[in-house]
């Protein structure tokens, strides 16, 4: 089982990435996957979520109207559009997935995330 993201990299504040990461090894449209970040001094939070049908989503406040998680189970990717970059939204951010084939967007942000793949580096600049 393996999830391997993509995408990182420096941009200026104001700017967009998008990030992606595909799965392997496991039934993935069985799975809900979700973003995490991790800033330097800072704990680790969760940024998005998507359910395994992709119906339902999560979002943190602090990233709401500017990132869109969306997924494509025929080729086993999730990807996170990040518009509108701050500085603040500087970390390494990691995916992660658990068997989850519920519906119920509240339930996403509680979810035990227990595969983990590598995490990728974006930096926004001021």
């Known amino acids: 089982v393996q999830l391997q993201a993509s995408g990182g990299g420096l941009v200026q504040a104001g700017g967009s990435l998008r990030l992606s990461c595909a799965g392997s090894?496991?039934?993935?449209?069985?799975?809900?996957l979700a973003w995490f970040r991790q800033a330097p001094g800072k704990e680790r939070e969760i940024v998005a979520a998507?359910?395994?049908?992709?119906?339902?989503?999560y979002y943190a406040d602090s990233v709401k109207g500017r990132f869109t998680f969306s997924r494509d189970n025929a080729k086993n990717t999730v990807y996170l559009q990040m518009n509108s970059l701050k500085p603040e939204d500087t970390a390494i951010y990691s995916c992660?997935?658990?068997?989850?084939?519920?519906?119920?967007?509240?339930?996403?942000?509680?979810?035990?995330?227990?595969?983990w793949g590598q995490g990728t580096q974006v930096t926004v600049s001021s």
């Open positions: 090894g496991l039934t993935f449209s069985r799975y809900a």
């Open positions: 998507i359910s395994s049908s992709g119906v339902s989503t």
């Open positions: 992660a997935a658990t068997y989850y084939t519920g519906t119920d967007g509240r339930a996403l942000k509680f979810l035990k995330y227990d595969v």
